[in-house]
């Protein structure tokens, strides 16, 4: 635990990332139940560990429904409906493409592509069967894997911030490693100053700085978990359609919303679409604003009804969608 200003810190590493809590009352016992939370939210959800929920479920892939939690289930059925939507990156049911890359876990090669082509059958989020009386999930084809890797964090930063408001906390940060959760904002400023790390340099090299109030910020990019082969950039935001990684103008893609959740979701959707057609999107979705980075040294954000944003690094440029 540490304390600058009033601010009160703590730390601990859960769910494969440091994870940061601020306060502004010097209480150890609420971070210690936090940090619990987390814990437990992280066995139930992750594929990480033999005994989960989740892993249960893939264990009966092909076999058996198997009944879980309601709140495993509504996860669930959040992340398989968004995997319907037409043209999705997002696709809870990549479990198996995941694994075979490895990307962020001792994976540096590049699979045969007959082995890409097999797993891709084994990732339709339509051979998944849901029962809402039994709260049971089915992976109807063997080999099957669900992934929550891409919701799990949001969802549980969301959880944190409700129980945090449930103790009359009004004023705090949770950041589960890229997906940061805020209450309120600190005392005589404009906001939580959440920085953009710049894609592909040093850990503490901030391309910009948004300001939020009570507001989430999810930032999901290729230079997070990469490796390189012949020259080229193999990054973890896997298109399942293809079954390699996404390959378009983006180096990162930022959400601002008020659920975590969202911020997951839509990263991955946007991500999808590219900047135009994300761009065009978001005019239609108010609660969801975004800021696009590319790899021509653009910066360029939605609306900015939201957040404030200031650039910090002078070898990208700053811009507005003028028309949202």
């Known amino acids: 635990m540490?304390?600058?200003?009033?601010?009160?810190?703590?730390?601990?590493?859960?769910?494969?990332?440091?994870?940061?809590?601020?306060?502004?009352?010097?209480?150890?016992?609420?971070?210690a139940q936090v940090f619990r939370l987390i814990r437990h939210q992280e066995n139930i959800l992750t594929v990480n560990r033999a005994h989960s929920e989740v892993m249960a479920v893939n264990h009966a892939a092909g076999k058996a429904a198997v009944s879980v939690s309601r709140e495993v289930f509504d996860l669930i059925q959040c992340a398989h409906q968004v995997s319907l939507l037409p043209d999705s990156l997002f696709n809870f049911t990549i479990g198996p493409l995941v694994k075979r890359w490895k990307i962020g876990f001792q994976g540096n090669s590049v699979p045969p592509h007959h082995e890409l082509a097999r797993l891709i059958t084994l990732t339709d989020p339509h051979q998944v069967e849901l029962d809402p009386a039994r709260l049971s999930v089915f992976l109807r084809q063997p080999g099957m894997e669900i992934d929550l890797g891409a919701i799990a964090k949001g969802y549980i930063a969301d959880v944190v911030r409700g129980f945090l408001r449930h103790q009359k906390v009004e004023r705090a940060l949770i950041n589960l490693g890229?997906?940061?959760?805020?209450?309120?904002?600190?005392?005589?400023?404009?906001?939580?100053?959440?920085?953009?790390?710049?894609?592909?340099?040093?850990?503490?090299?901030?391309?910009?700085?948004?300001?939020?109030?009570?507001?989430?910020?999810?930032?999901?990019?290729?230079?997070?978990?990469?490796?390189?082969?012949?020259?080229?950039?193999?990054?973890?935001?896997?298109?399942?359609?293809?079954?390699?990684?996404?390959?378009?103008?983006?180096?990162?893609?930022?959400?601002?919303?008020?659920?975590?959740?969202?911020?997951?979701?839509?990263?991955?959707?946007?991500?999808?679409?590219?900047?135009?057609?994300?761009?065009?999107?978001l005019r239609d979705i108010p609660h969801i604003e975004a800021i696009f980075v590319t790899r021509d040294d653009e910066v360029i954000c939605s609306s900015s009804r939201q957040f404030a944003f200031r650039l910090l690094d002078s070898c990208y440029r700053l811009v507005t969608d003028s028309t949202a």
């Open 2 to 31: 540490s304390a600058d200003e009033g601010v009160y810190a703590w730390s601990a590493v859960l769910m494969g990332s440091p994870i940061l809590l601020k306060l502004f009352d010097d209480n150890a016992t609420l971070a």
């Open 178 to 281: 890229g997906n940061v959760q805020t209450l309120g904002a600190p005392p005589h400023s404009a906001g939580w100053s959440v920085g953009l790390k710049t894609p592909f340099s040093h850990s503490d090299a901030l391309i910009g700085v948004i300001d939020v109030v009570g507001k989430s910020v999810v930032t999901s990019g290729v230079y997070e978990r990469y490796f390189e082969r012949d020259g080229r950039c193999y990054h973890h935001i896997l298109d399942a359609r293809s079954g390699y990684p996404l390959d378009n103008e983006l180096l990162s893609v930022t959400v601002i919303s008020d659920r975590s959740l969202d911020g997951d979701i839509y990263t991955t959707l946007l991500y999808g679409l590219g900047v135009e057609q994300g761009l065009i999107a």
